[in-house]
Each structure stands twice: as C-alpha cells, then as structure tokens.
C-alpha cells in the first residue's frame, strides 16, 4: 500500500486552518497578504501537523518501542501529546521546573504524563534523552524552528 502524504494524514484528523486576506495590510504593503490563523487548530499552533504525521508512521513502524518522550516548553509538548493520545501511543514529556503552568496543564489534559526536571530547556533536554534510554523510548524531532522557547 502506497504511503500517505503528510497533508492526508494531518487532514484525516483536522481542518484546514482559515486564511483571511486583511485590507489594512493589503494598505499598508501595497499588496495582498493572507494571514494562516493556526491560533484556530486544537492547540494554537502549527506543531499539531508534524505532531500527527511523526505518530502517523511511527505507529506503523515503531520497533517494538513502548512510546515516546520529549522535552519543550509548550507547544512542541502539545502537539506529541494530542497525537499520540489520536494514535493510542504513551508520551511522556519533559519540562523545566517553572514552565508555564497553562501550558503543563494542556499538555497533560492531551495525555501526557509530565516530568518537570531542571532549571533550563537543556536540562530537560538531557533528562528525557536519559529516560528513553533507560526506558527504550522513542524521541520524536522538534518541528519548526530551533528555538525551544515555545
């Protein structure tokens, strides 16, 4: 059977986010700009796309791996969170003591289980890498840009 795309597969699960051509931008550069409103996916972000193709092929080819792990701050954490409660997969993530408790909160009522270890994202980081070790679980990549503040 022939590989799904990424856009069938985040499309099985969610909507195409809205997109609005706004006429006071359109005034202010002197052309058409459409703005994506990803604040309109289930967890406000665009993470949620890679979330769901990551888990997509990871619960066709796992390697017999108990479930995932990964250290963010928020939305990274999210969307491992929704799709591998879509997928029946276990997550656990990894933050810093002191991450922000709205996102803690989001990312447990997705079902994953939370670790708070350290003072940094690199601790974290260092901590859930040392986890899948120990446990033989998966690390899924960080989608989006390198910085780990979001």
Same mark, same amino acid.
């Given at each position: 059977m022939p590989e799904q795309s990424a856009a069938a597969i985040v499309y099985e699960t969610m909507a195409p986010t809205p997109q609005y051509a706004w006429p006071l931008l359109r005034l202010a550069v002197g052309t058409d700009i459409w703005v994506k409103h990803e604040n309109h996916t289930a967890i406000g972000a665009f993470k949620l796309r890679g979330g769901l193709a990551y888990f997509h092929d990871f619960s066709q080819h796992n390697g017999g791996s108990p479930g995932v792990i990964s250290a963010t701050r928020g939305n990274h954490g999210q969307s491992v969170g929704f799709a591998a409660r879509q997928y029946g997969i276990a997550a656990t993530i990894v933050v810093p003591h002191g991450n922000s408790? &709205?996102?803690?909160?989001?990312?447990? @009522?997705?079902?994953?289980?939370?670790? &708070?270890?350290?003072?940094?994202?690199? @601790?974290?980081r260092e901590r859930a890498m040392w986890i899948a070790q120990q446990r033989g679980l998966a690390v899924p990549a960080q989608q989006g840009r390198a910085r780990q503040g979001r």
């Amino acid at each position: 059977m022939p590989e799904q795309s990424a856009a069938a597969i985040v499309y099985e699960t969610m909507a195409p986010t809205p997109q609005y051509a706004w006429p006071l931008l359109r005034l202010a550069v002197g052309t058409d700009i459409w703005v994506k409103h990803e604040n309109h996916t289930a967890i406000g972000a665009f993470k949620l796309r890679g979330g769901l193709a990551y888990f997509h092929d990871f619960s066709q080819h796992n390697g017999g791996s108990p479930g995932v792990i990964s250290a963010t701050r928020g939305n990274h954490g999210q969307s491992v969170g929704f799709a591998a409660r879509q997928y029946g997969i276990a997550a656990t993530i990894v933050v810093p003591h002191g991450n922000s408790a &709205e996102k803690n909160a989001a990312m447990r @009522a997705l079902g994953a289980q939370l670790i &708070e270890h350290g003072e940094d994202f690199q @601790a974290a980081r260092e901590r859930a890498m040392w986890i899948a070790q120990q446990r033989g679980l998966a690390v899924p990549a960080q989608q989006g840009r390198a910085r780990q503040g979001r």
